[in-house]
Nanobody, 131 residues
Framework: QVQLVESGGGLVQPGGSLRLSCAASALNLEYYAIGWFRQAPGKEREGVLCTSSVIGSVNGKTNFADSVKGRFTISRDSAKNTVSLEMNRLKPEDTAVYYC????????????????????WGQGTQVTVSS
């Protein structure tokens, strides 16, 4: 059974850091473009950042929402079949449920910052930034 599971959320003070992890079962994440999304109460789900698939891509591509540029990064651990979201200098407005998603049909060296086209989603993990 295909499954994505996020972990690492929690409560952090403004200016702090968190590392979210997305672990996959029954699929090899290297074949998938990966997106991290978030949804705050009363708001639509929005793209945070995404990265193109490893398999098939030549140079790779990572896209960032303007609000997280310079603060958030994404990385893959192929041995563990996980993708991590490193979040630094967190702000109260980063508070949301964070989701990882996998897209098998994304073109090489491309990833989408919209929810459209992602085949699999995790259940989400809560991130709260508050003093």
């Amino acid at each position: 059974q295909v499954q994505l599971v996020e972990s690492g959320g929690g409560l952090v003070q403004p200016g702090g850091s968190l590392r979210l992890s997305c672990a996959a079962s029954a699929l090899n994440l290297e074949y998938y473009a990966i997106g991290w999304f978030r949804q705050a109460p009363g708001k639509e789900r929005e793209g945070v950042l995404c990265t193109s698939s490893v398999i098939g891509s030549v140079n790779g591509k990572t896209n960032f929402a303007d609000s997280v540029k310079g603060r958030f990064t994404i990385s893959r651990d192929s041995a563990k079949n996980t993708v991590s979201l490193e979040m630094n200098r967190l702000k109260p407005e980063d508070t949301a449920v964070y989701y990882c998603a996998a897209d098998l049909t994304s073109a090489p060296d491309f990833c989408s910052m919209t929810t459209f086209g992602y085949n699999y989603w995790g259940q989400g993990t809560q991130v709260t930034v508050s003093s």
